[in-house]
T-cell receptor
Framework: GENVEQHPSTLSVQEGDSAVIKCTYSDSASNYFPWYKQELGKRPQLIIDIRSNVGEKKDQRIAVTLNKTAKHFSLHITETQPEDSAVYFCAASRKAGGGNKLTFGTGTQLKVEL | DSGVTQTPKHLITATGQRVTLRCSPRSGDLSVYWYQQSLDQGLQFLIQYYNGEERAKGNILERFSAQQFPDLHSELNLSSLELGDSALYFC??????????????FGPGTRLTVL
């Protein structure tokens, strides 16, 4: 089955700096890659996603890049703010037999310091 | 607010007991997913239903079962509970359209504590 590795496990940046979180996946058939932000005790909240027919996608301060050949994708947050502090999860998915499960990475605790 | 609702928010019970977690998907979504989040295992997929039928299964224990009802709400039943079953249980829903993997929207979760 699919395996998703995520690095780093913790990331501390100064307010205004950029943050980059990287994930690799094992199943070359995976074609959908969402990123979720989770605050303590809250639900995972979708912040951006990318499909395998696209190499990059941006939404304001957030961008995701995908390298299908290397089977890795990254989340880029620019001009970080204290409210960006949370745990970020990458995930990979594909349609298989009518199923559509998400396989998650282990999460990155992002701390934005003033 | 994602539009996915889950009840109860918190559940405290004893080992050996049985509990039922409930989820209502977003309006228009036909597919429901259950995930378990624990400190040592992260976010793990348990099971998926689409319009009442089981569609995918993860590493769900035999003590756990789920179903999706005609009104599309879903219930996750956990029996013979063990201390290690303490976790956050999330439900997610999606439209499940065509041949593409769908965006999944998560509910607020049920925090289960087994004492």
């Amino acid at each position: 089955g699919e395996n998703v590795e995520q690095h780093p496990s913790t990331l501390s940046v100064q307010e205004g700096d950029s943050a980059v979180i990287k994930c690799t996946y094992s199943d070359s058939a995976s074609n959908y890659f969402p990123w979720y932000k989770q605050e303590l005790g809250k639900r995972p909240q979708l912040i951006i996603d990318i499909r395998s027919n696209v190499g990059e996608k941006k939404d304001q301060r957030i961008a995701v890049t995908l390298n299908k050949t290397a089977k890795h994708f990254s989340l880029h947050i620019t001009e970080t703010q204290p409210e960006d502090s949370a745990v970020y999860f990458c995930a990979a998915s594909r349609k298989a037999g009518g199923g559509n499960k998400l396989t998650f990475g282990t999460g990155t605790q992002l701390k934005v310091e003033l | 607010d994602s539009g996915v609702t889950q009840t109860p928010k918190h559940l405290i019970t004893a080992t050996g007991q049985r509990v039922t977690l409930r989820c209502s998907p977003r309006s228009g979504d036909l597919s429901v997913y259950w995930y378990q989040q624990s400190l040592d295992q992260g976010l793990q997929f348990l099971i998926q239903y689409y319009n009442g039928e089981e569609r995918a299964k993860g590493n769900i224990l035999e003590r756990f079962s789920a179903q999706q009802f005609p009104d599309l709400h879903s219930e996750l039943n956990l029996s013979s509970l063990e201390l290690g079953d303490s976790a956050l249980y999330f439900c997610a829903s999606s439209v499940l359209s065509g041949g593409r993997a769908d965006t999944q929207y998560f509910g607020p979760g049920t925090r289960l504590t087994v004492l």
